[in-house]
Each structure stands twice: as C-alpha cells, then as structure tokens.
C-alpha cells in the first residue's frame, strides 16, 4: 500500500462497502429459491447494516483530529473479486452464503488490523482496533443467529 488517506475518507468508503454488501446479499435473496438460505441472507442484511451505523457513529463521533488523520491505504484496491461467485444466484445453498460472508469479514480485519498496526496515532490505532474488536463481535454475534436459525 503506498496511498494515503484520511481516517474520515476511509470510513466514508467503508460505510460504501458495507452498503454495497448488503444491496449484494439482499439481490441474493431476491434470486435464491431456498427459504433457509433466504432466511440467513435476511440475517447477513441485518448485519451489514448494523455494521454500517456502527461505522456512521465512528465517523460522528470521532474527534477532529482522528477524522483528518491520515492512513495507509489504498483506495484502488479491486475489491469487485470480493462480489465474484461461481455458483448459480437461484440455487445458492447457506454455505457458500456463508463462505462468502467469512470473505468479507476476512477483508475487513486483514484491513482494519493492518490499519491498526501502520499508523502512529493512538487515536487512530484505537479507533481501528475497536473496529476490528467490533467486527469479531459481529462474527461471534453472526455465528450465534446462524445457529438458532439451523435449529429452527
């Protein structure tokens, strides 16, 4: 990575990503004919969008200084391989949902993580680390309704 940003650039895009995901899973669901599997992209919606006001109160809340703090990372980053499957949209099964749903959180650390590591600012280094911890809670979260869904 050889670009720089600003934490608040950054936050921005990732409020994009996690829109973009959640319009991705929602267009899956759409297309899906198994109820089980529509049931889980319902509940990984649910989840990009908490994701998402999570990162909007970041960004509110977040001090002046953090938001103008500048980053490592390089916006350019294809990220359209992220949205790539190889399966049929109409006979998506709940695991390669949720293989996919590991990509995306698997993304997000790598990049929250390395974000964390980079930088100089303790502001900045805590507030991807709460990031990153958030994210895993999400997962833990994700895991649990996964679950409770199988066990209906």
Do not use: C, W
Not at 87 to 111: C, G, K, M, W
Not at 113 to 122: L, Y
Not at 123 to 142: A, C, G, P, R, S
């Amino acid at each position: 990575m050889n670009n720089f940003n600003k934490v608040h650039d950054f936050l921005k895009q990732n409020q994009k990503l996690h829109s973009r995901i959640a319009d991705f899973y929602h267009s899956l669901s759409v297309e899906a004919e198994n109820q089980r599997t529509k049931l889980l992209l319902d509940i990984l919606i649910k989840h990009e969008l908490e994701l998402l006001d999570f990162v909007s109160a970041y960004l509110d809340k977040a001090s002046n200084k953090t938001r103008e703090a500048f980053i490592q990372f390089d916006p350019e980053q294809n990220i359209d391989s992220l949205f790539s499957t190889d399966f049929n949209h109409a006979q998506v099964t709940s695991e390669q949902v949720e293989a996919l749903a590991d990509r995306f959180n698997q993304y997000l650390t790598s990049i929250y993580q390395g974000i964390s590591k980079s930088n100089e600012s303790q502001e900045v280094e805590i507030l991807f680390d709460n990031l990153h911890q958030h994210t895993e809670q999400q997962k833990k979260q994700l895991t649990i309704d996964i679950n409770e869904m199988n066990d209906i």
